[in-house]
């Protein structure tokens, strides 16, 4: 079921707008191929990656979360608290991030103004992240958080680029995306470097280091 939160919103600083209607999109459906165990299971901080991730999304009161699960699904569910949120199985999810964007805008809530599109193995993102894209988007149709060391997630898109989101393919999708519409792209600066997201076993020490 889809959390709607619109009754109680209280939250100037993720929208500089009150009657938008936020989705935040957190891709979790990856087979984990090159770290050879589910990093949605990875422990950290007291329970799992994608559970830390979650809960940051969670924290930013959006008006509506949708979780894309695919590889290692049954055991995400088992082990993950998903409550609130839209849980969308990808069985493409073979085919790149790109086809669980696909899979998920289904499950968007039809009034949603602006997607969040957030990582489930990207610990170091935060609601105040979020709040940032969000407040510096202003009416842009794509906005892409830009760190110390470059452009990053999370990323954000307006309707009007859910046809375009829709039409994706592979893991580069959303990019490629972004350099074709440059001029509709808003930069928000974001202090900091680029959060690490976790592919490898070196990607997970680093992470857990941080």
């Given amino acids: 079921m889809a959390a709607a939160r619109r009754s109680s919103r209280t939250r100037p600083a993720l929208s500089p707008r009150a009657d938008e209607f936020v989705c935040g999109l957190v891709l979790a459906a990856g087979g ?3 770290l050879g165990r589910p990093k949605q299971l ?4 007291g329970g799992t990656l994608l559970g830390h991730v979650i809960d940051v999304a969670r924290g930013c009161e959006l008006d509506q ?11 995400v ?29 289904g499950a968007v809530d039809r009034r949603c103004d602006v997607l969040v599109l957030m990582l489930g193995d990207q610990p170091g993102v935060t609601p105040a992240t979020v709040g940032a894209l969000l407040a ?6 794509l906005a892409v958080c830009r760190y110390e ?8 898109f307006a309707r009007s680029v859910f046809g375009a989101l829709e039409s994706l393919h592979g893991d580069k999708g959303v990019w490629k995306l972004l350099d074709r519409r ?22 997970y020490e680093a992470v857990l280091r941080s």
């Fill in 32 to 34: 984990s191929s090159r």
């Fill in 42 to 45: 990875l422990p950290y901080r």
């Fill in 65 to 75: 979360l949708v979780v894309a699960v695919g590889g290692h699904a049954d055991a």
């Fill in 77 to 105: 569910r088992d082990a993950i608290d998903l409550g609130e949120a839209t849980v969308v199985l990808n069985e493409a999810f073979g085919e790149g991030c790109s086809s669980s964007i696909a899979a998920a805008l």
């Fill in 136 to 141: 510096g988007r202003g009416d842009a149709p």
């Fill in 149 to 156: 060391d470059g452009r990053g997630h999370p990323l954000a």
């Fill in 182 to 203: 440059a001029t509709d792209v808003v930069e928000v600066p974001v202090v900091g470097r680029i959060p690490r997201d976790v592919d490898t076993e070196d990607d």
